[in-house]
């Protein structure tokens, strides 16, 4: 068996050999050429490659851990953008109700001032008519002297008066009793 083995070890080498002269491999050239291979491809790959592959892996982790915070940034805005409105809705219904109370209170002022402004009146109507002889130039002894006195188509057609029976030119009395203000345009007539 060893010579079997001897033989066909020998039978490889003569065709290896062969190949090679066919082709024209040079031996020495082949060997220098592997060597110089190898120490090229290990500089490569201890200094570029491993470098080089490091970046990679750096910008891959930079990568996945901005798209982690983009993914968070974008919840914080939606949740701020949710408390902006929940804010700005707060804010237009306390806004409502300031302005709802501001009319009230305007309403209530106004009511107030047209309740004041009444009485006031109905103070100066009633020292008007209970006042004994009145205030000359008041206004109630204007709308007295108004009511009495004669148109001038009365003066030039007088005709009886209603209440009192006699001509309105003849010194009519008035309802609080008082007969100056007719007296003197009587007067002033003569």
Do not use: C
């Amino acid at each position: 068996m060893t010579f079997y083995l001897a033989s066909m070890t020998t039978e490889l080498q003569d065709k290896a050999q062969n190949i090679a002269d066919q082709f024209g491999v040079n031996w020495p050239m082949f060997i220098a050429q592997a060597v110089n291979f190898t120490l090229v491809a290990f500089v490569i790959y201890r200094f570029g490659f491993k470098g080089i592959l490091s970046t990679i892996k750096e910008r891959e982790k930079q990568i996945s851990d901005s798209l982690k915070h983009a993914e968070k940034i974008k919840l914080q805005l939606e949740e701020t953008e949710k408390k902006q409105k929940e804010t700005l809705q707060e804010a237009s219904i306390e806004a409502k109700k300031t302005v709802a109370g501001a009319q009230e209170q305007a309403k209530s002022y106004a009511e107030a001032q047209k309740e004041d402004a009444r009485k006031q009146a109905e103070e100066i109507v009633a020292k008007g008519r209970f006042a004994p002889g009145g205030e000359r130039g008041s206004a109630g002894d204007r709308r007295r002297r108004f009511e009495f006195h004669p148109s001038p188509f009365e003066k030039k057609f007088p005709k009886k008066h209603a209440s009192t029976g006699s001509d309105a030119e003849d010194g009519a009395i008035r309802e609080d009793g008082d007969t100056s203000g007719i007296e003197d345009d009587a007067d002033q007539k003569r």
